[in-house]
């Protein structure tokens, strides 16, 4: 967190044929916008030297202080979030002896924010055990009753009114909005959501095809309505074959007669790498790895 420009380049190292401007525009957005990259910044720059050892026990209120306010950061109240054995599982903790952090718990009410930067760019609280269950009647808490994870997230995408939702926008606006997800679970979690494999018409013997594409037509009503689609969304597409991405880019360039990655549409891929990979019948991790998204030539 130093100078912008040296900052968009160390990233842009990494993703080869990343449009610069793109990745300085979100940087730039997340360092006004989201919380936490503002609190770190803030740390940085008021903490006298680099050993030090800072504990913050999240589940603490400051005396005399509303349970839900939220101060200003100041040196002895910020850190980096990690997660330590030898402090209680939502306890944050800032180590610089060793240049090095530790991973972050993803029971942690900021490990969504943190994991998905982009989706929680305000820096929004995500998913922890802690939640109350609110009674529908009495608006008050339930006892001893905590929301539970996917309450949470359905929560969160289901259309509500006066609050943003990016395929209910686009809808609204009359435009068409596809959600899919790589499993039955995550696709009902979606407005409107349904299994890749059904609304895309993937081959189920992906692996063995050398260059699987969908199987629909250009002229039929998938066909249609995929060439007039504004946004695609895939949730858990970390669990799919890579060939399954592969076949969707290569429909997408025939259906929109364009060369550019997904014939030039905007298609949103979510998921998380570290949990369940590809699965490949009688296959080794080399096998997993092999078909997983980061091996492809996307």
């Avoid at 793109?22 to 006298?48: C, D, G, M, S, W």
């Avoid at 009753?145 to 929560?155: I, L, P, T």
């Avoid at 494999?197 to 692996?207: D, Q």
């Avoid at 998938?222 to 880019?249: F, Y």
Wanted: with cysteine.
């Amino acid at each position: 967190m130093g100078d912008e420009e040296i900052e968009v380049d160390h990233r842009c190292q990494f993703i080869q044929g990343v449009e610069r401007d793109t990745v300085f525009k979100i940087q730039r957005f997340l360092h006004e916008r989201n919380i936490l990259v503002k609190t770190f910044k803030t740390a940085l720059e008021n903490l006298p030297e680099e050993d030090y050892k800072v504990v913050i026990h999240a589940d603490r209120t400051p005396r005399g202080e509303h349970e839900r306010r939220y101060n200003a950061p100041l040196i002895n109240e910020i850190a980096a979030v990690i997660s330590g054995d030898q402090f209680s599982s939502r306890d944050i903790v800032l180590r610089a002896r060793d240049v090095t952090l530790q991973r972050v718990a993803d029971t942690h009410k900021f490990y969504d924010a943190l994991q998905y930067p982009l989706i929680y760019c305000k820096g929004q609280e995500g998913y922890h055990f802690q939640i109350p269950l609110i009674n529908l009647v009495t608006k008050e808490p339930t006892p001893n009753k905590k929301v539970s994870c996917m309450d949470f997230y359905a929560y969160h995408m289901m259309l509500r009114e006066n609050d943003f939702n990016l395929l209910a926008r686009l809808r609204k606006d009359k435009n068409i909005a596809v959600a899919v997800a790589s499993d039955g679970v995550a696709a009902t979690l979606l407005s409107g959501g349904r299994t890749a494999h059904s609304v895309l018409k993937l081959p189920l013997n992906l692996a063995l095809e050398e260059s699987p594409i969908c199987n629909f037509s250009k002229n039929s009503v998938r066909g249609i309505m995929l060439r007039q689609c504004k946004l695609l969304v895939w949730d858990e597409s970390t669990m799919s074959h890579k060939k399954a991405v592969e076949a969707l880019n290569r429909t997408l360039q025939d259906l929109r007669s364009n060369t550019d990655v997904m014939g030039g549409m905007v298609v949103l891929l979510a998921g998380d790498f570290r949990q369940t990979l590809p699965v490949i019948q009688k296959g080794t991790p080399a096998d997993e790895i092999k078909a997983c998204l980061k091996s492809s030539i996307l």
